[in-house]
């Protein structure tokens, strides 16, 4: 599919087009898809800071492959291409990863260096595209639950990757401070 022409005039009236279906623009297939435009998008933006490390980068950039991958099983529901094997993929590069950090006692604040502090925001628009995803199951089932597995380890893996390009930068990670006199 070539995008030959930017606007139809059909989202004026609240419509818009997904695979053969004409549906009004806050469906929750539209959200669900809109939210994985989103999510894209956030780990897009982590791209475009400073990354050193190669393999993060790669990795990310499948990923968002995958999504635009995960947007098409929306739009045609029998063409499954998210599969096990890349949920593996990524619970085998999460374990990888997070088998070079130290062990959390807490929880971290989401912040460090923009590139660190972006991606906790693209695990946040992550975790809202998982949200998106499960009420659209609820109201029409997913022909392909792996969809629903892929969103749920991206966004560990995405909080993982977080925590790398802390320590690419020599952040110290700032850890919820639970026992602090309140106010």
Not at 113 to 134: F, G, I, K, L, Q
Not at 150 to 163: I, P, Q
């Amino acid at each position: 599919m070539r995008l030959t022409k930017i606007y139809t005039r059909k989202g004026d009236a609240g419509y818009t087009t997904l695979g053969d279906r004409e549906l009004t623009k806050d469906d929750l297939l539209v959200e669900a898809a809109g939210m994985l435009d989103e999510l894209n998008s956030s780990i897009g933006f982590v791209i475009a800071l400073p990354i050193q490390t190669e393999e993060i980068l790669s990795i990310l950039t499948q990923i968002q492959n995958d999504l635009f991958d995960m947007g098409g099983e929306l739009h045609i529901p029998a063409h499954a291409v998210i599969s096990a094997e890349k949920v593996l993929r990524l619970e085998e590069t999460l374990d990888k990863w997070n088998s070079t950090l130290p062990p959390l006692k807490e929880f971290l604040l989401p912040r460090g260096n923009p590139t660190s502090a972006a991606c906790h925001v693209a695990r946040t628009v992550c975790r809202r595209a998982e949200r998106s995803m499960v009420r659209l199951h609820r109201q029409t089932p997913l022909t392909n639950l792996e969809i629903l597995r892929y969103l749920n380890r991206l966004s560990d893996l995405l909080f993982v990757t977080a925590r790398l390009l802390a320590r690419e930068h020599n952040e110290k990670e700032i850890l919820w401070d639970h026992e602090r006199k309140k106010s």
